[in-house]
């Protein structure tokens, strides 16, 4: 059975940053950015990150309807949003807990944490994420956003499982650890075979750039 559709979406310093070097939540992007990030998951099922993409923001984005007077309101149709992680201790007080979306769970953990009523349903993690993303799209999941952190997006790389990568690239240089794909303790080069081709190149404010890269 064919996998959903896995789908980048970042924004990204000239050095490959995604966040300052004393972690936390970040704004690199401008606010044409955040357009793009609202149009990009507007095509999406739903999105998935690890916890300590959680932890850092203690929220999602949420796609919003541009009026014709201006006006800004939160979409009634949101992507569900699934939270990968093995951890059980959720603070309900975050805002991600309060927002208007589906709340799914992916555990590797056999301990059943559908007790927690802050989340919909739980997925199990069945040994790779091929498996588990054919799990995902037997639920209806045919196009998902792939938000981080760095570890979750590292381990869907070395399956070969992404399909599209829709980057910002924003003008400077920052330094620090958080790269968005991690450094490894290893000589192992891996996709380097893997070509991706430009499907379109879209100039922002503040000379940040958006590029869309396919699969071939």
Do not use: C
Not at 46 to 60: E, K, M, P, R, V
Not at 143 to 150: H, K, P, Q, V
């Amino acid at each position: 059975m064919s996998i959903p559709r896995v789908i980048i979406v970042i924004a990204s310093s000239l050095d490959g940053r995604i966040a300052f070097p004393r972690g936390g939540e970040s704004h690199l992007g401008s606010e044409e950015d955040k357009k793009m990030l609202n149009q990009n998951l507007s095509m999406v099922d739903a999105t998935i990150f690890g916890l300590g993409t959680l932890i850092a923001h203690q929220s999602t984005y949420l796609i919003k309807n541009l009026n014709n007077n201006g006006e800004v309101n939160i979409s009634k149709s949101q992507p569900i949003s699934i939270v990968a992680s093995n951890s059980k201790n959720f603070n309900s007080n975050w805002k991600y807990f309060r927002q208007p979306i589906r709340r799914w769970l992916i555990s590797s953990s056999k301990v059943d944490n559908s007790s927690n009523n802050d989340f919909e349903k739980q997925l199990f993690f069945e040994d790779s994420w091929e498996k588990t993303l054919i799990s995902l799209k037997k639920q209806g999941i045919n196009n998902l956003a792939l938000l981080g952190g760095t570890k979750l997006i590292n381990s869907f790389i070395k399956e070969d499982l992404v399909t599209d990568i829709k980057i910002t690239i924003i003008p400077r240089i920052i330094g620090g650890r958080y790269t968005w794909i991690p450094p490894e303790q290893t000589n192992e080069i891996f996709n380097l075979k893997r070509l991706w081709e430009i499907k379109s190149i879209k100039n922002l404010m503040n000379n940040e750039i958006h590029i869309h890269y396919k699969k071939i």
